[in-house]
């Protein structure tokens, strides 16, 4: 009897596969269907650039940040001031209190908020900062912070100490 179970699904898919080369309409069905959702899908998906003058300028070919259908993915941000575009100043402090802010402001741009965050990245120069940073970003997290992977880098672009990214569900 375990031979017969085992062979049901099979048969199963041989009677599906059978069915749809003589061309049996409710046998096509599931096929359709998924070629259906699959154009759904990408129509939702349809990207939308983020931008601010309120944060830095990119600095390669990339976004600040991209919209697709309700989720918002924030580029890496760095401790620049958007006027200078130099560093606010050399401390991990000071340059985690940039990234914020300036993370703040894409999130505002796109009409989002701290709290439809659901996940972040932070790229530390040196993870002896760890403890330093902790406490600055969980000022911008006090309930039902995000999820988070935190990793020490070699080397962070035009020198920085720290590098956050994130990604919000949007309403």
């Not at 049996?24 to 599931?30: F, H, I, K, M, V």
């Not at 902790?134 to 020198?159: C, H, M, Q, S």
């Amino acid at each position: 009897q375990a031979v017969t179970q085992m062979q049901r699904p099979i048969n199963r898919l041989a009677s599906f596969r059978q069915a749809s080369v003589r061309g049996n309409a409710l046998a096509a069905r599931p096929i359709q269907a998924r070629r259906e959702l699959s154009t759904r899908t990408v129509a939702m998906a349809a990207k939308e650039v983020i931008s601010t003058d309120k944060a830095p300028a990119a600095v390669g070919p990339y976004s600040q940040a991209i919209k697709a259908g309700n989720t918002l993915y924030v580029s890496g941000c760095i401790g620049l001031v958007p006027e200078t575009m130099k560093f606010a100043d050399d401390t991990v402090e000071t340059q985690t209190e940039q990234v914020m802010t300036n993370m703040g402001e894409i999130l505002k741009a796109a009409g989002a908020d701290w709290e439809d965050v659901v996940k972040t990245t932070i790229l530390l120069a040196d993870i002896a900062d760890f403890g330093i940073v902790n406490p600055i970003y969980a000022k911008y997290f006090p309930e039902n912070p995000p999820a988070r992977a935190t990793f020490a880098v070699k080397d962070l672009p035009l020198g920085a100490r720290v590098e956050i990214d994130c990604t919000a569900i949007l309403e």
